[in-house]
């Protein structure tokens, strides 16, 4: 089954705001995958609707195969999202932000302590383990955020606009962490408006604009046609 299959799928908010208009789109497994588009295009929605938090008007989505209206729970067992917005405690420490977040979701302790570790170490943040997150710099925090994510163990990861308002610096540290994770399986997609970020890490992109995918394939396909 693919990663994310999404089919027809159509938003309409209260407001009368046709947000998605008929979005379909397939990511396959261990794919690192770009929804490239404006402000307004519907990125969030639609990444708002796959993880659960935005109701859809119509469509399907499924995850490795799992209907996610029908089979809620499980499709979100699946998931791991990164919040545009820094959201964790900056009163806590990184090892701390990291266990409790898996005690949350019923991971046994020693296990999150361990999982604890890999992901710090992956985010370049271990020497940062136990001083209080408020003192990170803001490539640190950005990339605990990705590391806690990544605490439960997701198959697919998920991020809106990881990237947006940070600068180059920033950027690149997020980049090789993801590259990492990818690297070690784990399928991701990422909304963005910079091409240079999708074009520096993913394989395959979707073009979306006014709520319509206007273009869908390899990246170098797409750049071909520049
Ligand atoms: P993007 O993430 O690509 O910037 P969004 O999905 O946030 O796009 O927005 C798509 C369209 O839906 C925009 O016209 C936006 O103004 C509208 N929109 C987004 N969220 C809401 C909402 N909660 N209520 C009404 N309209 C919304
Ligand atoms: P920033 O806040 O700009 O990301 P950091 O203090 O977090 O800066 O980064 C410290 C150093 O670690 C930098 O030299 C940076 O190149 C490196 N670095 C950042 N992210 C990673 C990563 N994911 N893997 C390896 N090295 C990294």
């Given at each position: 089954a693919?990663?994310?299959?999404?089919?027809?799928?159509?938003?309409t908010y209260d407001n009368g705001v046709q947000a998605l208009k008929g979005v379909s789109l397939d990511v396959r497994p261990g794919d690192f995958f770009a929804l490239l588009g404006p402000n307004g295009?519907?990125?969030?929605t639609l990444i708002g609707i796959v993880s659960s938090l935005v109701n859809k008007s119509a469509g399907q989505v499924e995850v490795f195969g799992t209907d996610i209206a029908r089979h809620r729970s499980e499709a979100m067992r699946l998931l791991g999202l990164v919040p545009q917005e820094i959201n964790f405690n900056l009163f806590e420490k990184p090892f701390d932000i990291l266990v409790?977040?898996?005690?949350?979701?019923?991971?046994?302790?020693e296990e999150a302590?361990?999982?604890?570790?890999?992901?710090?170490?992956?985010?370049?943040?271990?020497?940062k383990a136990q001083v209080m997150s408020r003192t990170l710099s803001g490539g640190m925090k950005r990339r605990l955020m990705i590391a806690r994510a990544?605490?439960?163990a997701p198959r697919l990861l998920i991020l809106?606009?990881?990237t947006a308002g940070v600068d180059i610096e920033i950027r690149r540290g997020m980049w090789r962490t993801l590259r990492e994770?990818?690297?070690a399986g784990t399928t991701i997609i990422l909304t963005t408006h910079y091409l240079e970020e999708a074009e520096s890490l993913c394989k395959n992109l979707?073009?979306?604009d006014k709520g319509t995918i206007v273009a869908q394939g390899t990246m170098k396909a797409l750049l071909a046609k520049l």
């Open positions: 693919p990663a994310l299959r999404v089919s027809d799928l159509r938003k295009a519907g990125k969030s409790n977040y898996a005690g949350f979701y019923g991971i046994p302790r302590m361990a999982r604890a570790e890999v992901e710090l170490k992956r985010g370049h943040l271990w020497e990544m605490m439960t809106d606009e990881p994770i990818n690297a979707a073009i979306i």
